[in-house]
């Protein structure tokens, strides 16, 4: 059977492997002169892999054990990870719209660069406005959820 601190160590190494990953897609958006299909792709190509490695040592080995492990650490570390997915909603909210009009006006398969984002929707800048600080709010708080849990683990499993 394998030991607690294996499977500790391979949640730690999966978490800590996403980060890389959101990263490189924030990278691919930013470096981009106009987001088309190709761009959007090759971003959520990175982005999702991220969530996964992520989000499912989260939900089928974190969550499970929490009820074991009530400790005051364990819910500050849960409560910045939650605030974590909650900023990842806030901008899901933001990107559904953005896409939505986009794709409608077709920005995707022809981008203008004289097509000012703001003129396609009188929302968008509002929609916009969520997409960042989503984005932001979540880049933030995971990265204190990661920090306080990497201290668990290492409290935890009394590394040095």
Do not use: C
């Not at 974190?62 to 990870?81: C, E, K, N, W, Y």
């Not at 097509?115 to 960042?132: I, Q």
């Amino acid at each position: 059977m394998v030991s607690e601190l294996t499977i500790a160590t391979i949640v730690t190494l999966l978490v800590t492997a996403s980060f890389p990953f959101y990263l490189y897609g924030a990278w691919i958006m930013i470096d981009a002169e106009a987001v088309t299909w190709s761009v959007l792709v090759h971003h959520l190509e990175y982005i999702v892999p991220g969530l996964l490695l992520n989000t499912i040592p989260v939900v089928f080995w974190m969550i499970p054990r929490t009820v074991d492990q009530v400790s005051g650490l364990l819910v500050v570390h849960a409560f910045f990870g939650l605030q974590a997915y909650a900023m990842l909603v806030v901008a899901l909210t933001g990107i559904v719209r953005i896409f939505q009009v986009k794709y409608a006006h077709d920005v995707y398969a022809n981008p203008d660069v004289d097509v000012e984002l703001d003129a396609l929707h009188e929302n968008m800048p509002g929609w916009r406005r969520r997409l960042r600080v989503g984005v932001f709010g979540y880049v933030l708080f995971w990265i204190v959820a990661y920090l306080i849990g990497i201290f668990r683990y290492v409290l935890r499993y009394q590394i040095f």
